[in-house]
C-alpha cells in the first residue's frame, strides 16, 4: 500500500483569511482522528498572509478518498465560494521514500 500526501494551496477572499483560517484549523481535529489519516497540519504564509496550506499523509488514496465524503469536509467545502479566492490548488504526491523511523 502506497502512502498518500495531498497538499492544499488555498487562497483566502480580501477581508476573509482569519475566517478561513479558522475554517481550516476546525478541520485538523476531526481529520487526524480519522482510520486513515498520518497527519493532518495547517500553515499560513509567513510572506502572504491570505495564503494558507493544509499538508497532510493518508495510509492510502482511499483513505484520502473518504476523508472529503465526512461531514467536516463537506461543510468545508460548501463554505469554499465565500472564503476563498479562485479554486482550490490540490497537489497529490505518492511516497517514494521509506518513511523516517520513528523517535523512541
Not at 500553515?43 to 482511499?62: F, G, K, L, Q, T
Request: hydrophobic share 40%; aromatic share 8%; glycine share 2%.
Amino acid at each position: 500500500m502506497t502512502k498518500v500526501t495531498n497538499i492544499a494551496f488555498i487562497r483566502a477572499k480580501s477581508c476573509q483569511s482569519e475566517e478561513l483560517g479558522r475554517q481550516l484549523l476546525a478541520l485538523v481535529a476531526p481529520s487526524r482522528q480519522e482510520a486513515g489519516c498520518i497527519n493532518y497540519d495547517l500553515h499560513r504564509s509567513d510572506a502572504d498572509p491570505d495564503i494558507w496550506c493544509v499538508y497532510e499523509n493518508w495510509r492510502s488514496a482511499d483513505d484520502l478518498a473518504t476523508h472529503f465524503t465526512l461531514p467536516h469536509m463537506q461543510a468545508f467545502i460548501a463554505a469554499v465560494p465565500n472564503l476563498v479566492e479562485g479554486e482550490l490548488d490540490l497537489r497529490r504526491f505518492s511516497m517514494i521514500s521509506l518513511p523516517a523511523p520513528q523517535d523512541t
